[in-house]
């Protein structure tokens, strides 16, 4: 049984001008150990996808259809108690903004001691024990846990969030864009300590960022979400190796520290549509350089192309064709003036 296994979800947000469907059918599942990095432009649904996970939804946001089931049940189903418990114990989430959710009035080895304790039978003094071990884990020295969160910066105040999400050993780490806010350097020693651990306490992890850079780096498998939707799923090796999506090859274009040094930065023309309005058709289909009237009416679903590697798109057997074309500036150009024809502005 996979640890966790997500089946047709769809998460709504009711909005004064109406409602936003954030994440659309979405289907995945997730092996004990396994690192799955899941990818796409902003306002793709990730973080709402994560949020569910813990039912951490803001009040307008709702779980629509499908299931999320974790360890054998359905997290969607769970009461208050069954939430709780589930929390930090068995799946910890590091979010970006997190370092903020510091509390400023108590040191932060009493806030992570407290969190041990209520997830936990240990005593004070287990936990104290505790806060230490995974102070040295991430890297900061044992005393700061008697530093006040103004008296840190922000990758140890980072640091610090990310020993509470791991100090009771999760079987799930949902990392939300973790390091977003800290300069590379800090990001990047920051990000391999987090693998890291996650290998030593056997957990598995999602990973959520916008560079796709860092996952081919640091997980074992992709999920590239547009507009609410997965569009392409496979091991990160056969992902980076060829990617089959139209929407995929976009944005391994845009991303040149996975070039070749001398090929060129190309971005994606225009931006993902508005999800107040219903979607017909391909959700990629206003930018992409290969759409046919196919693609206007008929939305595609994920369909398996190889072993191990999902794709929705109408056209995999012309995989050769819109790679060799996807490499070429020309092919987004023209899909630009194609934007501006259309009365978009092409950006
Ligand atoms: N509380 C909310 N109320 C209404 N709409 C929301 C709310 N939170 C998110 N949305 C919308 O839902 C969609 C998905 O947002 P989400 O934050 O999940 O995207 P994301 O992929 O995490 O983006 P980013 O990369 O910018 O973090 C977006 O269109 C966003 O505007
Ligand atoms: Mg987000």
């Known amino acids: ?28 599942s997730l092996e004990q150990g396994e690192s799955l990095g899941l990818v796409g432009e902003s306002g793709c649904g990730k973080t709402t996808l994560a949020k569910s996970m813990m039912r951490l939804l803001p009040d307008n946001g709702f779980i629509k259809a499908g299931e999320i089931i974790f360890k054998g049940d359905d997290i969607v189903k769970k009461d208050k108690e069954g939430i709780r418990k589930l929390r930090l114990r068995d799946i910890a989430m590091i979010s970006q903004s997190a370092m903020n959710s510091l509390n400023p009035v108590h040191t932060v080895g009493d806030q992570l001691v407290e969190g041990i304790r209520a ?162 058709g391909c959700r990629f289909k206003a930018r992409c350089p290969y759409r046919t009237e196919r693609c206007q009416k008929d939305e595609p679903q994920l369909k398996q192309v190889e072993e191990g590697h999902f794709m929705a798109c109408h056209y995999p057997e012309r995989i050769g064709e819109f790679t060799e074309k996807a490499s070429k500036r020309e092919t987004w150009e023209a899909v630009r003036e194609r934007l501006i024809d259309e009365g978009g502005d092409g950006i």
């Open 119 to 280: 997830h936990s039978n240990a005593t004070k003094a287990e936990a104290r024990k505790r806060a230490e071990e995974v102070f040295e884990i991430i890297g900061l020295e044992a005393k700061r846990l008697n530093s006040y969160p103004h008296q840190m910066s922000g990758g140890m105040k980072q640091r610090a969030i990310i020993a509470m999400a791991l100090s009771l050993n999760p079987s799930l780490i949902i990392a939300d864009e973790p390091t977003t806010a800290l300069d590379v350097v800090v990001q990047d020693k920051i990000l391999k300590k987090i693998t890291e651990i996650q290998e030593h306490i056997k957990s598995s992890m999602i990973f959520i960022t916008h560079d796709i850079s860092v996952v081919s780096e640091l997980c074992e498998s992709i999920i590239v979400m547009y507009a609410g939707r997965v569009m392409e799923k496979a091991k990160t090796e056969v992902f980076f190796k060829t990617p089959f999506h139209p929407y995929s090859l976009g944005l391994k274009n845009a991303f040149p520290s996975i070039l070749d040094i001398g090929e060129e930065l190309i971005s994606i023309p225009g931006a993902p549509p508005n999800l107040m309005e219903e979607q017909v």
């Open 1 to 28: 049984m996979s640890l966790l296994e997500v089946n047709n979800l769809s998460i709504d947000y009711i909005t004064g001008e109406g409602t936003l469907r954030a994440v659309d059918d979405v289907s995945f």
